[in-house]
């Protein structure tokens, strides 16, 4: 998919939903932010995978601003609160986004950074500690055996 193709569906799922200025300001919103993503040094389609699904984001507008087909006041609010993103919400609280591939049927969470570097920290010191235990266990072991070996080779030398 690629810009103007996005565009388009954003425009399709909009229509019946909301007036015609709100559409086109909408339109032009995202066509805007594109290009400054664009001009930042992302490439176009990763600007559009970030953005999610045009239908989920003319959804998430329609449930954030309720049905605003001839308003005066516009969306803008809800259509900044999908930006980077289908589903997620500014100040949802949420303790993890929530994406949805462009057919609607897949579910991705991404944990914080925070919360993964915690997990991997907490794995490797469960490793460590097990690595450590066994090395306790097996030290006896590991003493007679070099003592043996040591007292082999003194003795095999004379």
């Known amino acids: 998919m690629n810009r103007q193709e996005f565009v388009a569906e954003l425009r399709r799922a909009m229509s019946g ?4 200025a709100e559409i086109e300001d909408t339109a032009a919103y995202y066509e805007d932010y594109i290009t400054m993503q ?5 490439s176009e389609e990763e600007v559009l995978r ?14 954030a601003g309720g049905n605003a ?23 949802s609280g949420a303790p993890y986004d929530e994406d949805v591939s462009f057919n609607g049927g897949m579910h991705m969470f991404r944990l914080p950074m ?5 997990v991997v ?7 460590l500690t097990i690595l450590f235990h066994l090395l ?23």
Not at 75 to 86: E, I, K, L, M, Y
Not at 114 to 118: A, H, K, P, S, T
């Open 38 to 42: 664009i001009k930042k040094g992302k």
């Open 121 to 127: 920290l907490l794995i490797l010191l469960a490793v």
């Open 114 to 118: 925070w919360l993964v570097l915690l």
């Open 69 to 91: 087909a001839g308003s005066a006041g516009g969306n803008t609010d809800a259509r900044r609160s999908t930006v980077g993103g289908a589903g997620r919400t500014a100040g």
């Open 136 to 158: 306790i266990a097996l030290l006896p072991i590991i003493l007679v055996a070099v003592g043996i070996i040591t007292l082999y080779r003194y003795f095999s030398k004379k």
């Open 17 to 20: 939903s909301f007036s015609t």
């Open 50 to 63: 970030e953005l999610g699904s045009p239908r989920l984001i003319a959804k998430s507008m329609k449930a």
